[in-house]
């Protein structure tokens, strides 16, 4: 038996004895709700005996070794390697918002699974092998040797500009993972929400910090097995409960017509009609006091201030002095601020009073044009994910870790198998929950409605995750009334579902642990560009390997902190920050990546070109489109989204280093060498 066997069949013996224990501890956590625990002592269980084991796995993987830190020996095998890369893809994206998304938005919402799963079919035919073949440990460490140039020729502004863009595509993406982790921790723990993203900052680190990429692919693999069951395990309940099938997969295709239905009997409800025009009134305030800027703003100013000089003068409650004051607080404090907040203020109002959509409608739309436009934005959506995938850095870090080539390519199978388990399922919990919802919650009394509302109402209370409020007091529940964030119905779906609290703590387990995982990789991508490709290969090129290692730990911490407080300042929901990250990726580093390996042509000044084009267009758009970043929808390209700004970054790179690259002189015969080598077979 070899010696790789060897290894393979010890790790299956690892990981089935956790198997084993993590069933165990299931089994025991059940019985003790059914003899009376408390559920918020069932949360804190789930939550320390998670981060505990993590910390273990990190503990026992520590190492100091370059290679072992880097890339984890290069001894990870195929299967292995696959479920690591499926928790670091398996996103808090993935696992908490894209069923909330499909939830909200239908049919539209599959652009995600048919992007990021597409993207991994890029990932196999186009970069993995090439990348394992090249045998370093960053991607810039690759543009670097493939396209040279710079002081003798080691292509250092091409390292400089591959670090940046791994450092913001990794950091936007990573502050989302851990807004995820806030959310979680502070709903199962009862913390406030900026202590539980610093809690479950400790697990992060402990696995990162100390044994750097072996530490995170043991622990991944760990986690990918909480994910798996976590999903799974509420989507089958689900599933028996409204389809006698215990195979959501299959199951959902019979509860769509019913979902259907239920749909056209609430468009057409009177009651759910009369809530509707009440947004549309409001919506039409909005719209008048747009229409009176300047003045409107300055009257509601004097407005707010009356009151709060009201309150105080006739010596009213201690709570209406508060509420006054609130209010100015909150009042925009400038026009500009006054009109942006107003029209997004007058939208979401518009999107409340419109009657459901069917759910499995492809670009439904009031009318033609608005319907190409949702056509356009879905293509548009599935072309970021896809190239983007292609491009994440952290993600292109674990085509190193294989032993081989062939070992490459294998992972990149097991990776798409392992993550579809996940993916094939989520759009039956979509279904299965909204019909859940459209037939137990809507239509029920104010008086009776369910715990879990409350619960997760409770975990913001500024910016609610749920808000159920009698718009038209005839105290009962309809679903205009209802307004739900999409990153909060994975983790209420088993009280949705009525299962026990200990599959709550298991779903929120599961959560932690998509989002852990993806933050372990993109927090090691960040510090090992830092040390390795700005620290070793530009400032010190002598230092000691210890030293290389100690840096990359240092600036592991400081990075983690700063990304823990910009999610503590809940920039956007996770979705629309996952989605920019792919864009910014995809307009950067795709051209250079793609065509370094297929097109020999491309050389330094073409590299530079494209990655500095592409990114400045993908922010470009941005910035002119998004309204959270000073933009406006009515200055977007083809009604195309922000976060689909890729669409016109990638091939603005791609034309940049082509034209570019044929303007000035050829790459030299290194470069033309490489490329031969590493498109070789092994």
Not at 65 to 82: C, D
Not at 416 to 428: C, D, G, M
Not at 447 to 461: E, F, G, Q
Not at 579 to 586: H, M, Q
Request: charge should be positive; charged fraction near 15%.
């Amino acid at each position: 038996m070899t010696a790789n066997k060897r290894y393979f069949r010890r790790l299956s013996g690892y990981y089935a004895w956790f198997c084993v224990c993590f069933a165990g501890f299931l089994l025991a956590l059940t019985v003790l709700e059914k003899e009376g625990m408390p559920r918020l002592w069932i949360g804190h269980l789930f939550m320390f005996a998670t981060i505990v084991l993590y910390a273990t796995i990190g503990v026992v993987s520590r190492t100091s070794n370059v290679t072992e830190y880097y890339v984890a020996g290069r001894r990870v095998p195929a299967l292995f390697n696959g479920m690591a890369t499926a928790a670091d893809w398996i996103s808090a994206a993935s696992f908490i918002s894209l069923a909330g998304g499909l939830y909200l938005y239908g049919f539209d919402a599959l652009a995600y699974i048919m992007g990021w799963t597409g993207g991994y079919c890029l990932v196999a035919l186009l970069i993995a092998p090439y990348l394992r073949k090249f045998g370093q440990y960053t991607i810039p460490d690759y543009l670097a040797a493939r396209y040279g140039g710079g002081a003798g020729g080691r292509g250092g502004p091409v390292r400089a500009l591959a670090v940046g863009a791994t450092i913001i595509v990794s950091f936007v993406y990573v502050v989302a993972q851990i807004y995820a982790v806030g959310l979680i921790a502070s709903r199962f723990t009862g913390v406030d929400f900026s202590v539980g993203i610093f809690l479950g900052l400790a697990s992060i680190l402990v696995c990162s910090f100390l044994g750097g990429m072996r530490g995170i692919t043991w622990t991944q693999v760990a986690q990918y097995i909480i994910i798996l069951v976590a999903f799974l395990i509420p989507t089958m309940w689900l599933s028996v409960k409204h389809a006698d099938n215990p195979l959501p997969q299959v199951a959902y295709g019979s509860v769509l017509p019913k979902l259907a239905q239920r749909e056209a009997q609430l468009a057409a409800d009177p009651r759910e009609e009369a809530v509707r025009a009440q947004f549309r009134r409001q919506a039409d305030d909005y719209a008048a006091r747009l229409a009176a800027l300047p003045g409107s703003w300055e009257q509601g100013r004097l407005e707010a201030q009356r009151r709060l000089d009201a309150a105080r003068l006739r010596n009213g409650s201690l709570a209406d002095v508060r509420n006054a004051e609130r209010a100015l607080a909150a009042y925009p404090k400038t026009i500009d601020d006054a009109d942006t907040l107003w029209r997004a203020q007058r939208a979401r109002l518009l999107a409340r009073a419109q009657p459901p959509q069917p759910h499995a409608a492809p670009f439904p739309g009031a009318t033609e044009a608005e319907s190409n436009a949702r056509r356009n934005n879905f293509l548009a959506l599935v072309f970021c994910l896809m190239f983007g995938t292609a491009a994440l850095p952290h993600i292109l870090m674990r085509s190193y870790t294989t032993p081989s080539v062939h070992e490459a390519r294998g992972s990149v199978f097991w990776t798409l198998f392992f993550i579809l388990l996940i993916y094939l399922s989520i759009p039956a919990l979509a279904v299965l929950a909204k019909y859940d919802i459209y037939t137990s919650l809507v239509g029920s009394d104010f008086r009776s409605l369910p715990t879990w509302i409350s619960y997760w109402a409770n975990v913001d209370k500024v910016n609610p995750l749920i808000s159920v409020i009698d718009i038209n007091g005839d105290g009962l529940v309809q679903l205009a009334e209802i307004a739900i964030d999409g990153d909060v119905l994975v983790l209420a779906t088993p009280e949705i579902g009525g299962l026990p609290y200990v599959i709550s703590g298991l779903v929120a387990a599961g959560g932690l642990a998509a989002a852990l995982s993806t933050a372990d990789g993109l927090l090691l991508a960040i510090s090992n560009a830092l040390s390795h490709d700005v620290y070793y290969k530009i400032v010190d090129p002598n230092a000691s390997t210890q030293k290389r290692v100690t840096i990359s730990k240092l600036l592991l911490l400081a990075v983690a902190f700063i990304a823990a407080y910009a999610a503590s300042q809940k920039p956007a929901d996770i979705l629309s920050l996952v989605g920019a990250a792919f864009s910014l990726a995809a307009s950067t580093l795709f051209a250079p990546l793609v065509l370094g390996v297929f097109w020999k042509r491309g050389n330094h000044a073409g590299a530079i070109a494209g990655m500095v084009i592409g990114f400045l267009t993908c922010l470009y758009y941005m910035l002119r489109t998004n309204p959270m970043l000073g933009g406006r929808m009515d200055a977007a390209w083809f009604d195309i989204a922000p976060m689909s700004a890729g669409i016109f970054g990638v091939p603005a790179g791609i034309a940049a280093v082509v034209l570019v690259s044929l303007l000035t002189a050829p790459p030299s015969r290194a470069s033309d060498g490489l490329v031969d080598y590493i498109r070789a077979p092994e």
